[in-house]
């Protein structure tokens, strides 16, 4: 991180006038023609509980046809996103123009997810919703008419972090609730992965699980309330996954979840929170077309407050054991990097990192030349919208491709 944290009062001023700027930019983003499409439509899920001021939203973006096709029983691939700010500000709708890109070429319905966000909801409420969106959608898939068997991740910048660290604590998630104990509890269950120089680690659930979310005022007993629930929810998840076969005891049998991540395109993430800002600025090729000191730190102060949660792989994928990276992510990873982002380099690494991890992956990535971090999303209406299109129609295409695959 790049200073001392700001106070949280002075934070949440700050954070409460950008959000609002950001409305406005999104505004003016949405020229130059043709307009980006608003949602089909939008489901909420379920309150964690009495202290859950921050509802989660799912935002429905779906084909021509999907009323009549949903009547005559067929079911669409699914693109799950997460947007970006930084996990402090921005909205589900900011990526509507994607959005189009793969309803159109990829026939598929996109679900933007709006995840609470941060000072309110640090770390790791944002993935835990990321977590509670696959669980909604896999629990409605008939009804939403919903492939869940290719289910696709998508995000810009923190929604690009998401797009891993999601399928990364769901995976830990599901090992947790696959022990032989009768009740797992976050406070107990160990999930051993190896590192790099072959030494093995325990992740703690609890650990992992953390997050004072709300006000500082709220009762401790509560702050792991989030992890509970989707333990005790992934376990109810696959309990009722059972077959209708039985073994050879005649006792019936416990399967994973039906859902299937089959793909990642993340767009310029941030995958190391660890390493300080101000070494990203002085190793980036163009500095002064970096974020700016104040606006990165007061994200990272605002959704990673505590030091330690840094290292979690549920923050910096970069820093998650291969085999973790081998098991818990799908084999089709794409990544798009900016040349003059200061995230470039570590997700150069990461792409190398994700090679070689094992598990036969298909990482591919591309780096966008003379852009900075966000460009796709700039409020200038005379931008060039039409190369933005094209870029974001081959994504799509890799994404109808991997469909087909799957």
């Known amino acids: 991180m790049d200073q001392r944290p700001p106070s949280k009062a002075w934070m949440r001023v700050q954070i409460v006038i950008l959000r609002f700027l950001m409305r406005i930019g999104m505004v003016l983003h949405g020229y130059p023609p043709p307009i980006p499409p608003r949602p089909s ?32 029983g067929h079911r669409y691939p699914v693109v799950v996103n997460f947007h970006g700010g930084g996990f402090c500000i921005g909205r589900a709708t900011d990526d509507a123009r994607w959005a189009r890109a793969v309803v159109e070429d990829a026939d598929s319905v996109v679900v933007s997810v709006e995840y609470r966000l941060a000072p309110e909801a640090p770390f790791p409420a944002a993935v835990d919703d990321g977590v509670r969106a696959l669980q909604y959608l896999e629990d409605h898939a008939a009804e939403l008419a919903l492939d869940v068997s290719r289910v696709s991740l998508s995000g810009f910048s923190s929604g690009g972090n998401l797009a891993f660290t999601v399928p990364l604590r769901r995976h830990l998630l599901q090992q947790d609730s696959l022990q032989p104990s009768p009740s797992p509890t976050p406070s107990t269950t160990l999930t051993p992965y190896e590192t790099q120089d072959g030494s093995s680690i325990n992740l703690h659930l609890s650990t992992l699980s953390q997050h004072p979310a709300g006000s500082t005022s709220r009762p401790s007993a509560a702050r792991s309330q989030s992890a509970q629930h989707l333990l005790r929810q992934t376990t109810t998840t696959m309990t009722n996954n059972r077959s209708d076969n039985s073994n050879d005891n005649g006792q019936s049998q416990t399967h994973p979840s ?68 081998a098991d818990a992510l799908p084999k089709d990873i794409f990544l798009y990097v900016c040349e003059w982002d200061m995230l470039l380099h570590e997700g150069h690494e990461f792409v190398e990192k994700l090679k070689d991890c094992g598990g036969g992956k298909a990482v591919r990535s591309m780096m966008i030349e003379s852009q900075k971090h966000a460009w796709d999303k700039s409020v200038n209406p005379l931008r060039d919208q039409e190369s933005i299109d094209v870029l974001y129609r081959t994504a799509a295409e890799q994404l109808r491709v991997a469909n087909e695959r799957a």
């Open 41 to 72: 439509f939008v489901r909420t899920l379920p309150r964690l509980d009495e202290f859950d001021s921050q509802r989660v939203k799912l935002y429905f973006y779906t084909p021509k046809r999907y009323a009549e096709q949903k009547r005559a």
């Open 258 to 325: 039906s859902l299937r991540i089959i793909s990642i395109i993340s767009w310029y993430p941030i995958v190391d929170y660890v390493l300080p800002r101000h070494i990203r600025r002085d190793r980036s090729v163009f500095p002064s077309k970096t974020l700016p000191k104040f606006m990165t730190t007061l994200f990272d102060h605002s959704y990673m407050p505590h030091e330690a949660s840094r290292h979690l792989p549920y923050a910096s994928p970069l820093l998650a054991p291969p085999s973790l990276l």
